[in-house]
């Protein structure tokens, strides 16, 4: 005979069964309503680079593969929740691991996480050698330098520039990830054109009697010849002294630009070398600048020193100590004295 179960016990059963399956249902489900985070600031440093760009939820996977978050979902939910989906900021941020995505999330916006990588280009390099340093600084190509190089349209060159040479401003430039060859030579031809408003360029070299181009020029050769910066604005006196003399110039770093060299050590034979460069046959400036200058070099050749000099020596080059002088005996003396500092070394 077949007894039947209590009703009472038979919804007391339903009830644990739905109980459990309904724990278990949520457990599945749980990850998508809350997604897993870790607590606290977290530990440690780890570098992470953002793309330009990148969605919250890419950046979420980013975070979440360097161990920095524990989900991309969670990551997304704080940045959906603080508005912030929308605006992240791209480059190379120092964070830390197991970090709870709200605090991710707060650390990619302070200025102090984010790792800035930069470079350098001093005052006075040429073309060549200032990419030589673009590329072992930055790790772009040489040869996408150099073609970006020669694209003068693309850089923004003034139409007068002629070509990059001392165009490309020497200052410290940010390097982000997708920082192309050409967007970079751009921006420091860019950086030239706010120096050369800022100083008034074209309005000051006309009131000298030159182009921009020359105006430049001479800059390039201050800063060639150049040792300490009060010496600046007297070479500039002394190419001007020349050129209204219609004497050659007669300077060793449009000899040595003209050979792509670099020495302390001029021959005879190095000044009878045919170029256009070689102000020794050629009067008056080169047809360009010899290097890029900087804003102290462009300051003296807009305002170069009062004084009769015509020629000068850098005597001791070592100390950058350069001489100056209005009388061919006294030049003639500093030039034994720099022979003598060459035979020393």
Do not use: C
Request: hydrophobic share 45%; no cysteine; charged share 25%.
């Amino acid at each position: 005979m077949s007894r039947l179960r209590p009703v009472w016990l038979w919804v007391a059963g339903t009830s644990v069964l739905a109980a459990a399956t309904g724990t278990a249902g949520f457990l599945v489900i749980r990850p998508y309503l809350v997604p897993a985070d870790f607590e606290g600031p977290g530990s440690g440093t780890v570098v992470v680079e953002i793309p330009r760009g990148a969605s919250a939820a890419q950046i979420g996977l980013v975070l979440a593969d360097a161990g920095v978050v524990a989900s991309a979902r969670a990551f997304v939910t704080a940045a959906k929740e603080q508005a912030r989906t929308g605006d992240l900021p791209p480059g190379r941020f120092r964070l830390r691991k197991g970090m709870a995505a709200l605090s991710a999330l707060g650390m990619l916006a302070a200025p102090g996480a984010r790792v800035v990588r930069t470079v350098t280009v001093p005052e006075g390099l040429r073309l060549p050698e200032l990419l030589d340093l673009l590329a072992e600084e930055t790790g772009m190509r040489r040869a996408d330098l150099v073609r970006a190089a020669a694209d003068g349209r693309a850089l923004g060159l003034p139409r007068y520039a002629g070509s990059a040479e001392g165009f490309l401003f020497p200052a410290t430039y940010e390097i982000e990830p997708d920082t192309t060859a050409p967007a970079l030579l751009a921006a420091m031809v860019e950086r030239y054109k706010q120096v050369a408003a800022q100083l008034n360029l074209r309005k000051r070299a006309v009131k000298r009697g030159l182009s921009l181009r020359e105006a430049v020029t001479v800059a390039s050769i201050v800063q060639a010849e150049g040792g300490r910066d009060p010496d600046y604005p007297k070479i500039a006196r002394v190419i001007y002294n020349r050129i209204r003399a219609r004497t050659p110039l007669q300077l060793d770093a449009t000899v040595l630009y003209a050979q792509g060299r670099r020495t302390l050590e001029v021959s005879e034979r190095d000044t009878e070398v045919r170029s256009p460069y070689n102000t020794y046959l050629k009067p008056g400036l080169p047809p360009g600048p010899i290097a890029n200058p900087g804003e102290k070099a462009l300051i003296a050749a807009l305002q170069p020193d009062q004084g009769d000099w015509f020629w000068f020596v850098t005597t001791n080059p070592e100390h950058r100590i350069t001489k100056f002088t209005d009388k061919e005996s006294e030049f003639v003396r500093y030039r034994e004295q720099l022979n003598r500092y060459l035979g020393k070394r």
